[in-house]
Structure formats: structure tokens, C-alpha cells
């Protein structure tokens, strides 16, 4: 396993139990001192795990083929006044009869992407480039088992629609793994051809997103799924060098994300409004700061961009530690389902100390679950591995 020197300093000192006289460590060399051990166990199970993909499970109710991703709205449930008859909603509370297997293969390709990566970060042990390649292979580059780069049949309801826009938010999973590609590419460990393979794909993605009625009703809709619209829009335009859509995020961001999301005392008042108002807050905010760390660079700086009313991704942290901090002193009512699993360990916080040296957010990080198994927590957790990311922040 690789370390730096302050590092291996700060992990030997713990395990010792005295304090540690080298230089203090980044917040980037504590976060890996933390999940290291965690992440090489995790990885050695990875390491045997065969792909799955879309094409390993279908519902007789997508309109969709063996190789189109399909879900179903969370919050729609049988009418019990017409059972046969089209679904009706039930914000916040998720229907377990929903068709879930694409959804539970994307993340669990997505979990195994990020820690295989991080492994490789870790160690430099080539077998866990290679394994992860394995599975983006299956699901990009194999004619029998890729997924189709679109989602035209996401979130379907059942007697309502066969797809809708919003179901473009189940694709914020393959956040980690585009970045797993990118951190593998980076150190070597991707064939050219296939690299260029994966490109493709995404660049098909892209256009689709930012063409097709779904894509374009997405970019705007006021809440978190505009967030995580331009999120994944700016991670998959770096990916493939599409510098004119890098540039329409960074626009997007700055002129309506921010602006017309964003309260002046840092919260999101469209969440509030929700039936699970702290758990939909902490997943904007982490939308947020991926939009400003993937959007940055040193002729764009989004971590220090204000708006009216100094509105700021600083302002959206400083709004939610307090209830990180102590949850117990959250203003609203507990959110219906799910209020007992948040917070965890929300890489909002984490990104933010290293982006503006932050003690306090790093504090409302370290000490909560970085391995969260409850799978709605997953599910709107698509950054769980941030070792794979801590090299943006540091170059």
C-alpha cells in the first residue's frame, strides 16, 4: 500500500495512541487514514464479484428492451378505489411493489466502480483496475450485456407514462463510475480503444440528455432533479471534452441553479416543502458542491461564486452543519420515512473543508457512516467514494 509520509505518521500515531509531531495532515490525507482499511476489505470482496447489468433482469411493464434501463416512480402506489387502473401518488412514501433490479445493478455497479478505483488508489495493484474495467465493460462496450445510452423508460407509472424526465435522476450513479474511468485513464490502467469506447457512450449519453424532451424538461425543473441534471451534464461533458456544454453548466449554475434555488440564509426552500424536507436538503446540498467541484477550475471559480443576496454553496453549508451537527435541533417536522438513517457521512462536508479549509465541516464528516448499506440512504448518496476525488480539490 502507498502512503504519504504525514500520513503514515498520522495512522502509526493512532494506532500508538500519542500525538503525531510531523506537519499537520491535509484533510484529504485524514479522509484516506479513515476509510483505508474499510475500503481494501470491501475491495477484496469486489475483486470476485461478476458484472450485472441491465440485461440481467427485465419488468413485463417497461415499454422498453433487454438493453434499456427501467424504473418505476417511487411514489406512486395502486389506487385502492381502482386497483386495476392508473397509479396514484403518495409523496415521500416509496411503493416496495416498484421494479428496482436496474436501479440496484446501477448502484451496485457504481459501488464497485468507486471502491475498486479507491483500492487502486491505495495500493497501485494493477488486479483492481482490472476488475473494475471488467464491469464498465459489460456495461458499455458488450454487445450482449450494454445498457442503451438513454432513459427513455425511467420512472415509468404504471397507466400514466412509460418514462418520464425526472427518471433522468436515476443516472446520478454513474457519477462514480465516470469518475472511476477518468481516475483509472489518469494513472494508466485503461486500453486506449476501449477508453475511446467509453467516450462514445457518454458522448451518445450527452447529446440525448441535452437534446430529447426529457433532458430539456430535467435541466429546468426547479428542485434537486435540476441540480443533478447539471451534475451529471458537467461531469459527462469533462469526461468526453466537451468543452461548450462544461461551459452551459457553468452558466446554468451560476445564473439559475444557485439563484433561484437557494433561500438567502442558505436553504433550499422547494425541500423544505417536501415530506422529507432534511434528507432532501442534504442531498441538494451535495448535488451543490458536486456541481461546483466538478465545474471548477482555475478560470472558473463556483466555490466563491455569490449571487443576489450572497447566496453561495458556503451559505448552503453553513445553513445545514448545525443539523448534521446535532440533528436534534432540526426547525421542522422529522421527515416521513427515513429520518432515523441521515445523516451520514455526506461528502458535501468533506469537499467543502478542503475547498475553503474548513475545520467545522470536516468535523460534521469524519465521525458518521462512510459505508451506508440501507438502500433509499444509497440511493440518494450516488458520492461514496471520495478518495476518487480528492485530486480535483488538490490540483
Not at 29 to 43: G, K, N, P, T, Y
Request: glycine fraction near 6%.
Amino acid at each position: 500500500m502507498k502512503h504519504s509520509l504525514p500520513l503514515l505518521c498520522l495512522m502509526v500515531c493512532s494506532w500508538l495512541g500519542f500525538a503525531c509531531s510531523s506537519p499537520e495532515p491535509s484533510y484529504a490525507q485524514r479522509a484516506q487514514a479513515i476509510l483505508a482499511d474499510s475500503v481494501l476489505e470491501i475491495a477484496r470482496v469486489n475483486l470476485g464479484l461478476r458484472p450485472e447489468t441491465v440485461t440481467a433482469s427485465r419488468c413485463v411493464r417497461s415499454a422498453g428492451g433487454a438493453h434499456d434501463f427501467y424504473s418505476e416512480g417511487d411514489y406512486w402506489w395502486p389506487d385502492s378505489t381502482n386497483p386495476e387502473g392508473p397509479y396514484v401518488r403518495r409523496d415521500g412514501l416509496t411503493n416496495p411493489g416498484n421494479f428496482t433490479a436496474h436501479r440496484e445493478a446501477l448502484m451496485r455497479f457504481s459501488e464497485i466502480m468507486g471502491n475498486l478505483s479507491s483500492a487502486f488508489l491505495l495500493t497501485d495493484d494493477p488486479a483492481y483496475a482490472r476488475a473494475a474495467l471488467a464491469h464498465s465493460r459489460a456495461w458499455f462496450l458488450t454487445d450482449s450485456t450494454r445498457m442503451n445510452p438513454h432513459l427513455l423508460y425511467a420512472q415509468a407509472i404504471k397507466g400514466r407514462h412509460t418514462g418520464r424526465g425526472i427518471g433522468i435522476i436515476d443516472a446520478i450513479h454513474f457519477m462514480e463510475v465516470v469518475q472511476a474511468l477518468r481516475v483509472l485513464d489518469q494513472h494508466g490502467q485503461v486500453p486506449p480503444a476501449d477508453l475511446t469506447g467509453y467516450q462514445q457512450w457518454f458522448g451518445d449519453f450527452l447529446t440525448w440528455l441535452t437534446t430529447h424532451p426529457y433532458g430539456l424538461d430535467e435541466k429546468v425543473h426547479p428542485n434537486n432533479h435540476g441540480t443533478c441534471w447539471n451534475m451529471q451534464v458537467a461531469l459527462y461533458a469533462r469526461f468526453t471534452g466537451n468543452e461548450a456544454v462544461l461551459d452551459m453548466c457553468r452558466t446554468h449554475f451560476s445564473e439559475n441553479l444557485l439563484p433561484s434555488q437557494m433561500a438567502e440564509d442558505g436553504s433550499f426552500p422547494l425541500e423544505l416543502k417536501r415530506t422529507k424536507p432534511y434528507g432532501y436538503s442534504l442531498f441538494n446540498l451535495d448535488a451543490m458542491v458536486m456541481n461546483a467541484l466538478i465545474l471548477s477550475d482555475p478560470a472558473h471559480d463556483l466555490w466563491n461564486a455569490e449571487s443576489e443576496g450572497g447566496k453561495s454553496i458556503r451559505k448552503g453549508l453553513d445553513y445545514m452543519r448545525p443539523y448534521v451537527a446535532d440533528k436534534t435541533q432540526w426547525p421542522l417536522e422529522p421527515d416521513v420515512m427515513y429520518w432515523d438513517e441521515w445523516p451520514v457521512a455526506h461528502p458535501a462536508f468533506l469537499f467543502g473543508a478542503m475547498a475553503y479549509d474548513a475545520p467545522a465541516y470536516y468535523d460534521v464528516w469524519a465521525p458518521y457512516a462512510h459505508f451506508p448499506t440501507v438502500f433509499e440512504v444509497k440511493r440518494n448518496l450516488p458520492i461514496r467514494n471520495p478518495l476518487i476525488w480528492l485530486e480535483e480539490l488538490e490540483t
